[in-house]
């Protein structure tokens, strides 16, 4: 959503042709004040993001060294470190949310008193708080799986193919087995689809 937001702000620079005012006054910083606020939903999920996402490199750490844990013991490991790593997320989401609202006036604020005169932010608060913005981001994500389910229906056998020999290689350089049966497609002699 923040991402689509700073595309609509984009598109907003863009087409207009008059120059920002390099000067703030009490009117533009009200105005930068009530996007933000109308923004404060997509600053609180960039920094959720932001905090998941330093979660990464560790969890695929993580998963590769549970698998060493005796089987008896793995159930209560794993419990425990879901419980780590929940505590951590409950912990660090609100300080990062807390701090990104709190400097958001001193950064995005800043850029779009900088870059916007006074009547293209009204715009940009016009566009933010129009109906039709929301019914479009709120179609976003029907739009995005019906996307995805068809270019996954329609590349599946050809992008199976490429993993299976994707990790047949790496096992070759690694000088291990390839995965018993991997995540190639069946061999039930139907044919990949040809290519376009």
Same mark, same amino acid.
């Given at each position: 959503?923040?991402?689509?937001? &700073?595309?609509?702000?984009?598109?907003?620079?863009?087409?207009?042709?008059?120059?920002?005012?390099?000067?703030? +006054?009490?009117?533009?910083?009200?105005?930068?004040?009530?996007?933000?606020?109308?923004?404060?939903?997509?600053? /609180?999920?960039?920094? *959720?993001?932001?905090?998941?996402?330093? &979660?990464?490199?560790?969890? =695929?750490?993580? /998963?590769?060294?549970?698998?060493?844990?005796?089987? =008896?013991?793995? $159930?209560?490991?794993?419990?425990?470190?879901?419980? /780590?790593?929940? @505590?951590?997320?409950?912990? +660090?989401?609100?300080?990062?949310? $807390?701090?990104?609202?709190?400097?958001?006036?001193?950064?995005?604020?800043?850029? &779009? =008193?900088?870059?916007?005169?006074? $009547? =293209?932010?009204?715009?940009?608060? +016009? &566009?933010?708080?129009?109906?039709?913005?929301?019914?479009?981001?709120?179609?976003?994500? /029907?739009?995005?799986?019906?996307?995805?389910?068809?270019?996954?229906?329609? +590349? *599946?056998?050809?992008?199976?193919?490429?993993?299976?020999?994707?990790?047949?290689?790496?096992? @070759?350089?690694?000088?291990?087995?390839?995965?018993?049966?991997?995540?190639?497609?069946?061999?039930?002699?139907?044919?990949?689809?040809?290519? @376009?």
């Amino acid at each position: 959503m923040f991402q689509k937001t &700073l595309l609509i702000l984009a598109i907003a620079a863009a087409c207009t042709t008059v120059h920002a005012q390099q000067t703030s +006054t009490p009117a533009k910083k009200e105005l930068v004040a009530r996007i933000l606020k109308i923004q404060q939903p997509a600053i /609180d999920t960039m920094a *959720q993001g932001l905090v998941q996402q330093s &979660l990464g490199p560790l969890l =695929e750490q993580v /998963d590769n060294a549970v698998r060493r844990v005796p089987a =008896e013991k793995r $159930d209560a490991v794993t419990k425990g470190i879901q419980a /780590d790593i929940r @505590k951590y997320v409950d912990e +660090t989401v609100p300080l990062v949310r $807390d701090r990104a609202n709190k400097v958001a006036p001193t950064t995005a604020g800043a850029i &779009l =008193e900088e870059k916007f005169t006074e $009547d =293209e932010l009204k715009q940009v608060i +016009t &566009l933010l708080e129009s109906p039709v913005l929301t019914k479009f981001q709120a179609a976003g994500a /029907d739009i995005q799986r019906a996307l995805v389910q068809k270019v996954v229906a329609e +590349t *599946q056998p050809q992008v199976e193919q490429r993993f299976q020999a994707l990790e047949d290689s790496i096992a @070759k350089r690694l000088g291990i087995a390839p995965p018993a049966g991997g995540n190639a497609p069946a061999a039930s002699g139907a044919r990949a689809p040809a290519k @376009k």
